[in-house]
């Protein structure tokens, strides 16, 4: 008989972060005394039911080693292996972890710079996920009216938002059938897009906006706001209906 699957994670961290513009990668900005970077990892890490955290670090990164990640515990494994692109990152990590990790175990891919990540929103994941065919995402649904413009900033339509979604991270696919999907798709920006290719239909699982992308200066701001007021608003705790 086949043994359960078990949950591993896959956190890419070999980008530039070229929007912030700072003169570290983003991954590696001090958030609250930390690396950013060094959150997420600690969400993951503290998690149960992972057996792996596997960062994706660039081939050339120098700054992993100037930080001390022993607090993080055993769990903890970089690969610097990172790619031009954020697929080309997780793909190198999947196949660089072939020999640990079984076709149909679960594999959680999280953006190294979305820093507030909460137990809830891992476990809920994983729950609603544990009998899916497919895998799916953590997302939220779209509460703005959305507006495509032209190259002068003119509105040229108004995009429904009935039934869009924001794609977040960690999305949580079978090993195999998400190297399979990586290996075939090109210019893809998430694992659900390779997965959408290969003609799967992924599972949306609401999470919400405090799992936010930090990519903007202000956004690290918002990130330190959510972070140091966790827990005094219930916000470390999933929304009831
Ligand atoms: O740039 P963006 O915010 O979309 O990156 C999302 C995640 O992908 C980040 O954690 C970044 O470090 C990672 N990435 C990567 N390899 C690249 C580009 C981005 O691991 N070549």
Redesign the pocket.
Known sequence: MQSDPRHFALV????S?ARMGAALPK?YLPLLGKPLIHHALAALCAAPGIERVFV?LSVDDAEWARHDWRGLGPRLAPLFR?????A??VLAGLRAISGEVSATDWVLVH???RPCLARWHIEKLMRELAHDDVGGLLATPVADTLKRADEHARVTATVGRDRLWRAQTPQMFRYAMLRRALENARGVTDEAGAIEAAGLRPRLVEGDAANL?V?WPFDAHLAEWILRHRGESGGEEEKTP
């Open positions: 890419p961290a070999a980008g972060g991954q994706v990172g790619g031009p692109t954020r080309d990152s953006d190294a710079a992308k990519t």
